[in-house]
């Protein structure tokens, strides 16, 4: 029996659209994985983007996300030790300067006493309340630049602690 | 310069999308097709424009991503692999009267889908009197009757 024209287009194209199948299902199981990966915070926001660094000596607690995208806002959660060995109601914690080019801090809380730009970084002053309490200090900001990023920070003339972020562009 | 990257990235991965998506979800327009392209465009927005509202942004990120089409257009004409890829080829679903439920299967078509097509193109009541289907390139089906 003679192949009908539409048999034969089909003859031609079924190799390509069986391959174009398999790509398909390929493509929905990649696009089920990236919607999984950003539920667990790969793409920012999740449980496996934030961490927490300690400085043992300091008593500093740095917690924040590791994956970050650039516009999106994200928080720095910095734990300050109260009550300090000179007796001081004031707790300073210092910032580095190269961070604070690549994020622009919209909002800090509490409120700081003062805040005065010291020697590759910026100082901000908190006043300590009570006995031997913690000053636990919320900085948001919105990243604007890309790629892996470092930051440091800590008290004046203190352990630092050294952090690493990637910024998603 | 970013934003034409940004409107050539984001162009080119809802392209990426759309084939693997699969013809027949966008063939023919149901609600849920409706909201996700209402919705896809409130979500490419701040994506395309970033913080720059300003008009020359607008018309720099229109400007590329019509571009993009025109030249993607002249491209597929000139070369048939990309046309293939980007565009898909046709194929039976029917032929000569049988049905090839694992073609369908693979392409997310059933018979109440060949029987809407039968139905409003020709008038057919039942898939008997349907010769050849057709899912075409679009994601449409097309019948022949007998």
Same mark, same amino acid.
């Given at each position: &029996?003679?192949?009908?024209?539409?048999?034969? &287009?089909?003859?031609?194209?079924?190799?390509?659209?069986?391959?174009?199948?398999?790509?398909?299902?390929?493509?929905? @199981?990649?696009m089920v994985v990236i919607v999984v990966m950003a539920l667990a915070g790969v793409f920012s926001v999740g449980p496996i983007s934030w961490t927490e660094k300690s400085g043992p000596e300091s008593g500093v607690t740095?917690?924040?996300?590791?994956? @970050?995208?650039? $516009? $999106?806002?994200?928080d720095l959660q910095v734990s300050l030790p109260g009550a300090l060995s000179d007796g001081s109601r004031?707790?300073?914690?210092?910032?580095s300067d190269g961070y604070l080019e690549l994020v622009r801090i919209e909002n800090v809380v509490p409120q700081p006493d003062k805040a005065t730009s010291v020697s590759s970084g910026v100082l901000y002053d908190?006043?300590?309340? $009570?006995?031997?309490?913690? @000053?636990?200090?919320?900085?948001?900001i919105t990243p604007h630049?890309? $790629?892996p990023q470092a930051g440091s920070l800590g008290l004046l003339d203190g352990e630092r602690i050294d952090f690493q972020q990637f910024f998603y562009p | 310069m970013d934003s034409?990257?940004?409107?050539?990235?984001?162009?080119?991965?809802?392209?990426?999308l759309f084939r693997l998506a699969g013809k027949r979800t966008f063939s023919e327009l149901t609600p849920f097709d409706f909201v996700l392209l209402l919705v896809l465009g409130e979500a490419t927005q701040q994506g395309l424009l970033g913080d720059d509202v300003s008009v020359t942004n607008a018309l720099v990120v229109v400007t590329t991503l019509v571009t993009i089409d025109v030249v993607m257009a002249?491209?597929?004409?000139?070369?048939?692999?990309?046309?293939?890829?980007?565009?898909?080829?046709a194929v039976l679903l029917i032929d000569d009267g049988n049905i090839l439920h694992d073609r369908m299967r693979k392409a997310k078509v059933d018979e109440y889908d060949v029987l809407e097509a039968a139905r409003s193109s020709h008038g057919l009541e039942e898939l008997a009197d349907v010769k050849y289907a057709v899912l075409e390139r679009s994601g449409g089906i097309s019948v022949i009757p007998r």
């Open positions: &029996m003679t192949e009908s024209r539409l048999q034969e &287009m089909d003859r031609r194209n079924i190799a390509f659209v069986e391959r174009e199948w398999i790509a398909s299902r390929i493509g929905v @199981v990649a740095l917690r924040y996300e590791k994956l @970050v995208r650039r $516009g $999106g806002p994200t004031t707790v300073s914690l210092w910032i908190f006043a300590v309340a $009570g006995e031997d309490r913690s @000053v636990d200090v919320r900085i948001s630049s890309i $790629g | 034409v990257l940004r409107a050539g990235l984001i162009y080119f991965f809802l392209l990426l002249a491209v597929k004409q000139r070369s048939s692999f990309l046309n293939r890829l980007l565009e898909g080829k």
